[in-house]
C-alpha cells in the first residue's frame, strides 16, 4: 500500500476505536495484508504515520495495521514453534457475546482465534492454542465460553476451571490459600493455573521445537495479532523473556473511546491524572528494584515465557490478586540474572497501542475520597519497600545503593507522601526517567 494511498484510507477511518465492531477489528487485519504485500519500508511508513509533536497520529485502525503487520513479518523470521496463549475470564457474560446480543458485546473467544489465524497463517512450521480459565465466576464465563466454541466451530481452545484446582487440591494453590469459591484470585490465580496447565501439558506439533507461553487480559484492548513480536523477542533477539508496553515509550499509543483517537508517548503519559505519581513509582521502582531498568509497565497483561522456564518462575509467586503481574514479572527476571543472563538480555519489549476498555472492566474501583489516589501510591512505596526486602540480597551492591532511599520511603505516611507529590508536581509535565536527588525529594517532602 502506497503512502499516499495510506493517507488517503486514514481519512476516511473512524477517530477511535470500537472493540464491539467485529468489522471494524477486521479490517485492521485487511490493512495489514495490504501493507505486507506492498512491501515498503515499516520504519518509513511508521515515520509518516506515528506523528509528531506538531501532527497527530494516524487513526487507531491504521495504527493497529501497521502494528500487526510487523508482528507477522517478524514471526515469519522466527524458527518453528507453538505458542500457547491465556487469558483469564471473569464476569464475562457481557463481552463474550456478539455486538447484537449486547451492547458491550466484544465476541473476544471468536475474535482473538481469527486474529491468531491470521497472524499464523501459511507458516505451518509454527502453531499456536488459547488457554482460556474462568476465574471462579459467578455468572459462568466458562459455560458461556464453551456455547461460543461451538457455535462458531473454534479450534485449538481450550477451556479450564479454576475451581478444578480447589477440588483437586492442587499443591500449588494449597500452598497459596485458594478457596473454594476463588475469592482470593483476582484475575493473578486464574491466570497461573493456566500458564501451569500450558507449561506442564505434554508437548505436539511441532514436537520437538520451543514452546511459548503468553498471557493476556480477556477483552480486545490489545490485538492478539501482535502476538509476533513477543515471539521475536525471544527467539529471534535472544531474551529471556518478552513483553508489551502500552506506555511509557516511543511506538505506545493509548485510545480512550468513543471520542478520542491514539495518544502517543508522552502526550498519553501527560494526560494521565496521576502523571506525577506514576513518575514518582517508577523513580524509586527503579532504584529499589534494578532489574526492572528499561521496563515503564509492569502491569502490561502481555507477558511471554519459554514454557520449560514458567514452573521454576511460577514457584517463587505468592500472589493471585491485582499485583501478581508486578510479582511475576520480577520473579521472572530474578530468575534470570541468577541464570546468568545479562540485563540488556532479560526482556525484550516491545511498544502497543491499546485501547481502554471502560464499560465493562472487572478490576475499575471509584471512591469518594479526594486523597485516595496518595493514599493507594503511598502503599505502593511501601510495598515496593516489601519487595526490596525479599528480592534483593542484604549485602548486595544494590541493597547498600538503595539504602538511603529505603530509608525515605519505608513506611512513609500518606499526607507526607502528598505533600512531596503536590510540590513536585508544581515543575509540570514530568518523564518517567527525571533525574531527582534524594535531597530534591526530601525537600518536597518537609
Known sequence: MALEKMTELNASLPVSRDLTNAEETMKVLSIANDIIAAGQDLEEIKKQMYGSETVKPAAPVLLSAIGAAESKMLLQKCPAHRLVCVYAMYGEKNRIRTKEEHENGQDFMTIKVKQLEWLFADQPDK???IIAVDD???????????A?????????VTILNLKNAYKEKNPFFVKRGLDEACKKSRKGGAILYGLLYASQSKPFYPEGKPKLVMYTDSDLSTDMA??????DGILNKGTSMSMGARYGGEGTFLVKPPDHGAAPHPLSHYEQPNMMRIVLRHYVRVRLLPMLQGIYDTQCAFKCFKAEDLPAILDDVMSMGAD????LLLCALLFFQKGGAEQG??????????????AESNFMASSEDPDKPNKTYAGMMTSLV????????????DAEAAKDLVAFVKDMPWDTYKKMHDKLLERGPT???????????KAAAA
Request: glycine share 2%; with cysteine.
Open 127 to 129: 502453531t499456536w492454542e
Open 136 to 146: 471462579g465466576c459467578p455468572d459462568n464465563s466458562k459455560d458461556l465460553a464453551k
Open 148 to 156: 461460543a466454541v461451538e457455535k462458531n466451530n473454534l479450534k485449538n
Open 226 to 231: 501482535l502476538c509476533g513480536l513477543l515471539s
Open 324 to 327: 501478581f503481574d508486578m510479582e
Open 345 to 358: 538480555k532479560l526482556c525484550s519489549v516491545s511498544p502497543t497501542l491499546f485501547t481502554e476498555d471502560f
Open 386 to 397: 516489601q519487595m526490596h526486602e525479599r528480592y534483593i540480597e542484604p549485602a548486595s551492591k
Open 431 to 441: 518523564l518517567f526517567d527525571h533525574p531527582f536527588t534524594l535531597d530534591e525529594l
